[in-house]
Each structure stands twice: as C-alpha cells, then as structure tokens.
C-alpha cells in the first residue's frame, strides 16, 4: 500500500514570492492534516479536513496561507507571499476511522527555505 | 502548562543497549491515547507504537515497548537491543477525546545510537 505523497521535497524561494505544497493522502483515509514544523520542535497543526471540509483550521495564518483538499482527496497548501520566518517543514499526514486511537501517517516532508 | 514533556533533550546509547525514553502528560480526560513517532533525518514522521488509557497490558511491538504507569502519568518508550538505524528524533504525542481528536506533542528526543 502507498504512503502518503507530498512533493516538492524541498523548496527554496525568495520572499514574497508564493509557494506550494501538494499531498496525496493513502487510498481510503477521508481524514488530511497539514502541519508545520519548526527546527527542533514538535508538528504543529494547520488544518485539518474531514473529506473536502476544513474541519479546524483555527491555527492556519489566513492572511497569507489558504489550503483546499478539492474532491476530498489530495491536497495543496499554498504561501502567498512567503515570508522569512516560514522557513520549515511541512508535514501532511492522513488516517481513517475516530476516536483516540485514530494514527495519523505522514508523508516525507517538504522543506521549505525562505531567504 | 506543557500536556507533554520529554524530558531528554538528547540521549547516546551503545548499540545493542536498552534504551528508554521518557514522556510524561497531563490531562484530566479519562478517555486518551498516547503515541510514540519516530523522524529520521530525512523528515518522515514513523508511526511506532500506540497506548490507550484503558488498555490493560502495556503496549509493545516488537523492539518497542511502552512503559505505561497511568497513575504518575507517564508514557516512556522502551527501545530494546537499539541499532544503528534507531538513530532519529522520537515524539510523543497525545490525544483526548474531549479535545476535537487533536494530537498534541511533545518537543522530542534527539537519540544517538554509537557504535
């Protein structure tokens, strides 16, 4: 079975220019997360679908980020205009089912360098 | 207040040792779950081993257990006979059912396998 696909793998732009991150989930999984993570630090969540439906998005810096998951299965999440402090990693992950014991899987990553 | 804290910033183990890795959480949910993650240098966040808060028996899969003492509220991971390749990043990370099924993690533990 497939993993979750995200590509690019690294990305390296100029600020203020926009950027974006695509991501296949695995076959089945309605759940989609996208998280961002700092050197050193643990993920941090920016949105979550259920299907095509942001479910929480509360943490998602809406002035310059937007994401859609059209058709309730991949997903792009965009950066426009990109600052320098959104230098990362961005992590998109998937699962299937509720409940606490609900495991998200995730893809490798896109690094992200912003100079 | 911190929900998870790892303790160990860093850790070098021998190869073959034991080695465990501490994860201690807080949350007044009786109904949560806690994960361990492993992220190699290469980024991908590995799914390890899940512990539910009403499972009876201490979690394992194969090299990995988890050491579950529910009354001090700690979680830590047990990586028997470590290898080379246990050389990564590991998270813990919990879920409460009363939080909308979001995963909160910890800083992580940087864990160096010398040969």
């Known amino acids: 079975e497939a993993g979750v696909v995200q590509s690019p793998r690294y990305k390296i732009i100029e600020k203020k220019q926009p950027v974006a991150f695509w991501c296949n989930p695995i076959?089945?999984?309605?759940?989609l997360y996208w998280y961002r993570q700092n050197l050193g630090q643990g993920p941090e969540l920016l949105i979550r679908y259920e299907n095509e439906e942001a479910v929480d998005d509360s943490q998602l810096p809406k002035d310059r980020f937007s994401a859609e998951r059209l058709k309730g299965v991949d997903s792009t999440l965009k950066i426009q205009p990109a600052e320098l402090g959104d230098s990362a990693v961005y992590l998109c992950?998937?699962?299937?089912?509720?409940?606490?014991?609900?495991?998200?899987?995730f893809g490798p990553g896109t690094r992200l360098l912003v100079l | 207040a911190q929900k998870i804290t790892q303790t160990q910033p860093g850790m070098f183990v021998q190869e073959k040792e034991a080695v465990t890795l501490d994860c201690t959480y807080d949350?007044?949910?009786?109904?949560?779950?806690l994960f361990w993650y492993k992220q190699p240098s290469s980024g991908e966040m590995i799914f390890l081993i899940y512990q539910g808060s009403y499972d009876q028996q201490n979690a394992t899969e194969g090299r990995y257990s988890l050491n579950f003492q529910k009354a001090r509220k700690s979680a830590n991971l047990v990586i028997s006979a470590s290898q080379l390749g246990d050389s990564a990043m590991y998270f813990c990370a919990m879920r409460e059912a009363d939080s909308n099924y979001q995963l909160i993690w910890g800083a992580g533990t940087k864990l160096i396998i010398k040969p």
């Open positions: 992950a998937s699962s299937s089912g509720r409940g606490v014991r609900e495991t998200q899987y």
């Open positions: 076959s089945g999984h309605n759940t």
């Open positions: 949350t007044s949910d009786p109904s949560y779950g």
